[in-house]
């Protein structure tokens, strides 16, 4: 076969391919701009590849959870089977400008596709998918492993081993700096992850074109080269034009409710469904269930009125998460609030709080209240700031699935709540599922306890999630509970006193620790917690 990879060409002289395959001295003499584009080509090949190896890492993160392993897993694989790679290179040894075309081109084509891949296989089977995911890391580390030991060795004949090296290293270097960069603040956030993949693979593509039109004489055969390069360019265009049909297709596959509005926002991925008959809207973020319209009430008011109910001021109420508004909505109830500072991160959750009309149905139009005051940004850096003193903190995080999760439910973060409180101030939290996540609801009350004189602990049944936990906490013993005397759909004065109890089953194990930033122990129960 012409241009098999893996064989040296005969040295005939006579034959243009023949000398073409002879990569001893072909480029000894290579002009400047032809460098160039060799160059650029090396920045280029690493940024991709930084890319696609974020790419699945993410995928992984929001279907399997546990991010910090799934980054971890994916770079160490990533990382070996670019040694493998390197290692193959030295068995290409033919001609080494076709064969890094040939590269670009299967490179482009596996790793464009390979977040469609991913995402229509996850509803199969978990199994499945992880098989998939290797399969993928494997090879795109093994070509993007053969890239640069190929453009180095081309480079290596015109300008030497030494410089040739040191040019090739450090524009490696820039380019991951570039796709790592380019990755959260660009790709992510404006193609989301599947079109991203496509892009990228536009990207190996146009590598080989510009290789093949600057580089034309020494491949043999080029315009066969641009068919094939044309080929893989179409089809990865057209699965790009049609990406947002993709993926909504994915996510139909995924969420198995009729996905209504959605959006990949610079921190998250956020999916609102619908289910057919049309009477349950949920939210879910990178993946993960936030609420269910048939139960969230029960949720949201044992989120709010047992510690809205308390005795003592409850004037000034600081809210952190809770950007759909639910919890404000309960709030709201209590006619002695004057203010309420809402802290969420993201923007686009607090906008369509405030003006997606599902959501407003179902929030009451809350957000919109004149009493709310909003700031995106994150937690740990909005409390730290000096500021308004409040009666109630009301915590509405995610499960601590990852460590940027994890720091919210800490010592150091509970201490600088502390100091934003009133002497009549008190803190709820939700805390998980005493009954899943044993370790996890018991680590977070022991946290609280650490900070805090008074806890209290108590749990309800919430059909979406099972039975789930909340952890009050103060420091002024005078606070007692109060009645509650707002309307609800769920919680009494009798329901909270039983939920104040717990069985054998989810009641306090010995040696539970409190978790630190600096002993993030919190999240090693969590992921202990959901294997058990």
């Known amino acids: 076969m012409q241009g098999d990879i893996f064989m040296s060409a005969p040295k005939d002289s006579n034959n243009s391919e023949d000398v073409a395959g002879n990569d001893d001295t072909l480029y000894e003499n290579l002009p400047q701009k032809q460098v ?65 075309v040939y590269v670009e081109i299967v490179l482009s084509l596996i790793g464009g596709v390979c977040s469609l891949a991913l995402f229509y296989s996850f509803p199969f089977s978990p199994g499945l998918y992880q098989t998939i995911m290797f399969g993928f890391i494997l090879a795109i580390g093994t070509l993007v492993g053969l890239e640069i030991p190929l453009l180095t060795r081309i480079l290596a004949q015109s300008s030497g081993t030494r410089k040739s090296i040191a040019n090739v290293m450090s524009l490696d270097y820039v380019g991951a700096l570039v796709g790592s960069v380019a990755f959260p603040l660009m790709l992510l956030p404006g193609l989301g992850l599947m079109r991203s993949s496509f892009a990228i693979g536009l990207i190996n593509i146009f590598v080989a074109f510009l290789s093949v039109i600057f580089l034309k004489e020494f491949i043999p055969n080029p315009k066969k080269l641009l068919r094939v390069i044309f080929a893989a360019f179409g089809l990865l265009l057209g699965l790009t034009i049609l990406g947002d049909r993709l993926t909504s297709m994915a996510q139909q596959n995924l969420y198995f409710d009729k996905v209504i509005w959605k959006k990949q926002t610079k921190y998250q991925s956020l999916v609102v469904t619908r289910h057919r008959n049309g009477k349950d809207l949920r939210l879910f973020i990178d993946g993960h269930v936030q609420f269910s319209e048939r139960d969230e ?59 997606f009309p599902p959501l407003l149905r179902l929030n009451k139009n809350a957000m919109n209240d004149p009493r709310v005051h909003v700031y995106n940004e994150d937690a740990f850096v909005f409390i730290r700031r000096k500021g308004l003193a409040y009666d109630r903190i009301i915590l509405d995080f995610p499960d601590p699935h990852n460590e940027a999760i994890s720091k919210l439910y800490s010592v150091e973060f509970y201490t600088m709540l502390s100091k934003r409180m009133s002497d009549s101030g008190a803190l709820i939290t939700q805390s998980s599922s005493p009954f899943f996540a044993r370790n996890t609801f018991w680590s977070i009350e022991q946290t609280l306890a650490k900070i805090f004189p008074h806890t209290q602990s108590f749990h309800v049944t919430v059909p979406a999630f099972g039975l789930w936990g909340f952890n009050i906490a103060f420091k002024n013993p005078a606070l007692k509970n109060g009645p509650i005397n707002v309307p609800t759909r769920f919680l009494t004065d009798q329901a909270f006193t039983a939920a104040l109890h717990f069985g054998k089953d989810v009641s306090r194990p010995k040696g539970i620790r409190a978790n630190s930033i600096f002993e993030p122990i919190l999240y090693n129960y969590y992921i202990k917690d959901l294997r058990t």
């Open 36 to 100: 160039a584009v060799l160059l650029f080509s090396i920045a280029v090949v690493a940024l991709c590849g930084i890319v696609y190896e974020l790419i699945i890492a993410t995928i992984s993160s929001y279907l399997l959870g546990n991010s910090v392993y799934q980054f971890s897993l994916t770079i160490g694989f990533f990382m070996f089977a670019m040694g493998i790679g390197s290692y193959l290179s030295q068995f290409l040894i033919g001609n080494l400008v076709r064969n890094f």
């Open 297 to 355: 009430y029960r949720y949201h008011e044992a989120l709010i009125h047992p510690v809205m109910s308390m005795t003592g001021k409850a004037e000034t109420v600081l809210v952190m998460g809770g950007g759909d508004g639910l919890a404000v909505r309960e709030l709201l109830k209590h006619k002695g609030i004057k203010r309420i500072d809402l802290v969420d991160l993201d923007p686009e959750m607090t906008r369509i709080g405030k003006s």
